[in-house]
């Protein structure tokens, strides 16, 4: 026989017999005394076939007043009770959701398996109710400690049942189930059992007005946790969203600088060489992890306004009025583009302000000194280091040394003096390592992922 259809076979045999077990064991333990009183059958019964409104559940594992009404029939009437209303809630449930023979089945199997093992258990850990109760400080709380051993007892095994059978059909394993349906409720399954380990002890001390009483501590508890569990599944779903959406809003971004690079490749060149060199300025003066990360960004970003220029432009010709105009807009366009991103408003401000000269005869906005961002005047001294020493740069290129000397002269004037000197420390110590081959590095540089992740937030 295929072996498919065997352990298929061997799969409904199991699941009849548990069903046909548990019922005869509950039938052949039954005592008339299990449905006595009335009243407390029908007040268990109805919280176990009404609470269903407050369920929360949280992936495939629920935390449910059905439990807690389940335990208190288990410890409180008896087997029969429990398992007939286990089978009674297994049929109408899978009735109304039209479910297939084989979950049916798997349904019934498991409520009545459920109801008769935890009836067993608090007979072991409990005693039976129904032949006399010792009443004492010690015996109540003996008794209290019983039912909230059945109910965490029964809980476990429930899933224990339920994730064996979703294991068999849909080969999902039971540590990731046990992580992702039951980790999360165990203090919900704690204080449930706390709750109807409260619930039977008040009843067998007090009698069945104060469980009525009490059945409104349990309802309570079952509203506020499953606001609790749906405003942080809530939370989740949205930051999982604000991650989506920033992944995209990068994407973007990335598209027009990887546009950009094939029209101009030296832009890409450029672009990483100066991320490289600011990045190693900015862990140099010791800046914060964060402002590091904005500096870096930034510099990577800093020429993206470029994008609005035509290829005349690009093409560095002999550039008219009109044409110098479109040039000196780039930082503006740069800095609109990108703090359309969420969380990238310090981005935006460096790369805004990177053509800004400390003598305040920069633009876009002519700024002074310490007025201009400390990213601003970094990424102005790398991106003029590098267009005088780069090898596809357009006018004349320099010898390192030669640049080094241009930059002292430039120092007090269009840049930060003080930076300058950090910068050419680096230089000298460091020699043409510190970028590296930079003509590759433009995606690494950028290293999306991660970026994403530090910098935008939920609440941005
Ligand atoms: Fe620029």
Redesign the pocket.
């Known amino acids: 026989m295929d072996r498919p259809i065997l352990m298929r076979r061997v799969w409904w045999a199991g699941e009849l017999a548990l069903l046909a077990g548990s019922l005869f064991l509950a039938t052949s333990l039954s005592s008339a005394a299990e449905w006595q009183p009335i009243l407390l059958v029908a007040l268990l019964a109805a919280i176990y076939f009404g609470g269903d409104r407050l369920n929360s559940i949280v992936g495939d594992g629920i935390l449910t007043p059905a439990h807690s009404a389940m335990v208190l029939m288990m410890c409180l009437l008896g087997p029969a009770p429990a398992v007939l209303f286990g089978a009674v809630a297994a049929t109408t449930k899978s009735a109304l959701r039209r479910l297939p023979a084989s979950q049916w089945l798997a349904n019934l199997a498991s409520l009545t398996a459920y109801a008769l093992a935890g009836s067993m258990l608090s007979r072991v850990f409990v005693g039976n109710i129904h032949a006399g109760l010792a009443h004492g400080d010690v015996e109540y709380a003996v008794f209290g400690i019983g039912v909230f051993v059945v109910s965490f007892v029964t809980i476990s095994l429930n899933f224990l049942i339920v994730a064996v059978d979703v294991y068999i059909e849909e080969e999902r394993p039971v540590g990731r189930q046990f992580r992702e349906s039951f980790l999360p409720l165990i203090p919900g399954h704690l204080t449930s059992g706390v709750l109807a380990a409260l619930l039977a002890v008040a009843y067998t001390a007090l009698g069945l007005l104060v469980l009525s009483c009490g059945v409104l501590v349990l309802a309570i508890f079952h509203y506020l946790t499953g606001a609790l569990l749906r405003s942080e599944d809530r939370a989740e779903k949205l930051e999982a969203r604000t991650i989506h959406l920033a992944n995209m809003q990068v994407g973007v971004l990335s598209m027009l600088m990887d546009a950009l690079a094939l029209r101009d490749p030296e832009t890409s060149r450029h672009a990483t060489a100066v991320a490289r060199y600011a990045k190693t300025m900015a862990l140099a003066l010791d800046c914060p992890e964060e402002e590091q990360e904005v500096i870096h960004t930034a510099a990577l970003l800093?020429?993206i306004g470029k994008f609005t220029w035509p290829d005349r432009i690009l093409g560095a010709g002999e550039l008219t009025d009109a044409d110098w105009s479109t040039v000196r807009r780039?930082?503006q366009d740069g800095a609109a583009l990108v703090g359309k991103l969420d969380g990238y408003g310090p981005v935006a401000d460096a790369i805004l302000y990177?053509?800004e000269r400390v003598d305040g005869g920069g633009y876009p906005a002519g700024l002074i000194a310490g007025e201009i961002p400390l990213a601003s005047r970094i990424i102005a001294i790398c991106?003029t280091y590098d267009t005088m020493v780069a090898r596809d740069t357009h006018g004349p290129r320099m010898t390192p040394k030669d640049a080094i000397e241009e930059l002292r002269r430039l120092a007090s004037g269009q840049l930060d003096g003080e930076l300058v000197e950090t910068f050419i420390a680096l230089i000298e110590r460091e020699g043409p390592e510190l970028i590296g081959e930079a003509s590759d590095g433009y995606e690494s540089e950028l290293a999306f992922a991660s970026r994403v992740r530090r910098m935008a937030s939920p609440s941005a």
């Open positions: 800093h020429d780039h930082p990177h053509h991106s």
